[in-house]
């Protein structure tokens, strides 16, 4: 059974977000919280009644609510993210930010702020949550176009890319909707502060991904299932159970190159 093309534009457009997009996004988001840490700190460190990030109470945070300055904005913060604060009272929240993963799991809501560092247990939607927002006081995300809003780049990505492509709607997933997915995250990454060589780099594999990207998502399915082999030779069972999972779970998708790979590994086995 073939695999329908609408299928096919859904899974490469997943895949583009999370191979090309997601990785520079936590570079830049964590650079930027990085930044911003360090700013807060020194903020807070050169009050009246100083105090730091990772001395910070929950005394402090009510008493900076009343101050002018942007320490007040602590307040409004999601405390209930951090040190395992979740389910506790407010009034007994350790509110101690220890580091910039800290700090920008209090821009998120609950559900995003799962991540433990700026690598792959964190979202995409995190991330665009994040470059998104608009509320920090300081500029920490700047676009590299001034022509363009960084922040509204990331909120159409995150809300007409992202979204839609976790939630897989078939009929959704047309040409033209392909290419409008393609063409927002391309002038997301174009916004980004990023040098001419880095920027090219990212929109050349934009531009493979949307091309052959398919041909990438099988090529890359059989290498994996070919490295399970790469050591000890299986025997008869152990390859058609594999091939089961595999088959069941990807039937459409690996096709010729599939049959192709079980015929030359069961023949090796009766060599």
């Known amino acids: 059974m073939a695999v329908l093309g609408n ?8 895949a583009a977000l999370n191979k090309v997009l997601a990785p520079v996004l936590r570079a830049i988001v964590k650079q930027g919280m990085d930044y911003f840490y360090e700013f807060v700190d020194n903020h807070l460190n050169g009050l009246l009644t100083p105090c730091s990030l990772k001395t910070l109470t929950k ?19 999601n405390f209930g993210n951090i040190n395992n604060n979740s389910g506790k009272n407010k ?6 930010v220890n580091s910039s993963v800290d700090l920008a799991k209090l821009y998120l809501p609950n559900y995003l702020a799962k991540f433990s560092a700026f690598d792959k247990s964190m979202d995409l939607s995190a991330a665009l949550n994040l470059l998104g927002y608009r509320k920090y006081r300081s500029q920490i995300f700047l676009s590299s176009d001034p022509l363009h809003n960084i922040q509204s780049m990331a909120d159409d990505v995150r809300e007409n890319v992202r979204n839609p492509a976790s939630h897989f709607d078939e ?5 033209i909707v392909f290419d409008q997915c393609f063409d927002k995250i391309k002038a997301l990454v174009q916004c980004l502060p990023l040098n001419a060589v880095k920027e090219k780099e990212l929109l050349d594999q934009l531009s493979e991904w949307k ?3 398919f041909q990438l ?14 050591n000890d030779k299986p025997t008869r ?3 058609e159970k594999i091939m089961e ?27």
């Open 237 to 239: 069972d152990e390859i």
């Open 91 to 96: 009034a007994a929240c350790n509110c101690t």
């Open 217 to 230: 998502i099988v090529d890359e399915d059989v290498k994996d299932l070919m490295e399970q082999f790469q």
């Open 7 to 14: 299928d096919k534009r859904w899974l490469v457009t997943l």
């Open 211 to 213: 091309t052959i990207g």
């Open 59 to 77: 005394t402090d945070v009510c008493h900076l609510a009343a101050t002018p300055s942007l320490a007040s904005a602590l307040k409004d913060l």
């Open 171 to 175: 009929s959704h997933w047309s040409q």
């Open 245 to 271: 999972k595999h088959s069941t779970r990807n039937r459409t998708f690996f096709s010729e190159r599939m049959d192709t790979f079980q015929n030359v590994v069961l023949s090796e086995l009766q060599d």
